[in-house]
């Protein structure tokens, strides 16, 4: 792993109505990661395109977006269009995931797969190369707040693993439940990239829990 720990929190926990200001709370995070739920693949309605839009225009911090929604084929390439950084789809949710990523990438975004707890990483590895990014959930997607699965941990080592010699070549994010408690053994796993709502926003001083969360996931990588 070359680089250091990746931060992204996540505005599901901050403040819907001040969504320009609280980007400007969390300029150190390597990401922001926006949770686009469509109260279809996950039971529970956030916000799309057209909210991720305005933030995009007022963020200093590249846009890590979490597709929760049916038929991304569809509505995926539009996240990439206006600008964010990594687009993230759900492998559940895709006909084809190949597709999809090759969408995004021409859009001039990374691409993200995502996995649900229950869904293996065995029945994904054969797309993986075309993606940027594999999001490992480490929580059932739909809700902040959550408690973090160390059950999810065994597929984060096998993707780090892969990562390691050469077979795949991308980020391994992990996403929910993730605080100053859990954050170490998601890093000695093999994550590279954190998201983190309540951790983040919750706290009274979020640039500190940003800068403590990094410092953190870092001292575990280099122990393991
Ligand atoms: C859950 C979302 C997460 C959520 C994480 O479906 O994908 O991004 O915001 O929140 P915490 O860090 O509070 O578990
Ligand atoms: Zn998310």
Redesign the pocket.
């Known amino acids: 792993m070359a680089q250091d720990p990746m931060i992204a929190p996540?505005l599901?926990?901050a403040d819907f109505a001040r969504l320009a200001d609280e980007v400007q709370r969390i300029t150190d995070a390597d990401w922001v990661?926006v949770?686009v739920?469509d109260a279809h693949f996950?039971p529970n309605l956030t916000l799309g395109l057209p909210v991720v839009q305005a933030i995009q225009a007022v963020s200093p911090v590249p846009l890590d977006c979490?597709l929760?929604i049916t038929d991304p084929e569809r509505w995926a390439p539009g996240y990439a269009e206006a600008g964010a950084r990594n687009v993230t789809v759900h492998a559940e949710a895709c006909t084809d995931p190949r597709a999809v990523a090759r969408d995004l990438r021409a859009a001039g975004a990374l691409a993200g797969l995502a996995i649900k707890p229950g869904t293996p990483l065995e029945a994904y590895l054969d797309v993986l190369p075309d993606f940027d990014t594999l999001l490992v959930?480490t929580?059932?997607?739909?809700?902040?707040?959550?408690s973090f699965m160390p059950q999810t941990m065994s597929k984060v080592r096998e993707a780090r693993r892969l990562v390691d010699t050469g077979h795949l070549q991308l980020f391994v994010e992990v996403?929910?439940?993730?605080?100053a408690d859990t954050i170490e053994q998601a890093a000695a796993a093999g994550a590279d990239v954190f998201?983190?709502?309540?951790?983040v926003y919750?706290a009274e001083d979020p640039a500190a829990a940003i800068r403590g969360l990094r410092a953190q996931a870092a001292a575990a990588r280099s122990r393991s």
């Not at 929580?139 to 959550?146: I, K, L, N, S, T």
């Not at 998201?195 to 951790?199: F, H, I, N, Y």
Request: overall charge negative.
């Open positions: 996540s599901l926990s990661h949770d739920m996950v979490h929760m959930m929580v059932e997607p739909g809700f902040g707040g959550q996403d929910g439940g993730i605080n998201v983190a709502g309540s951790a919750g």
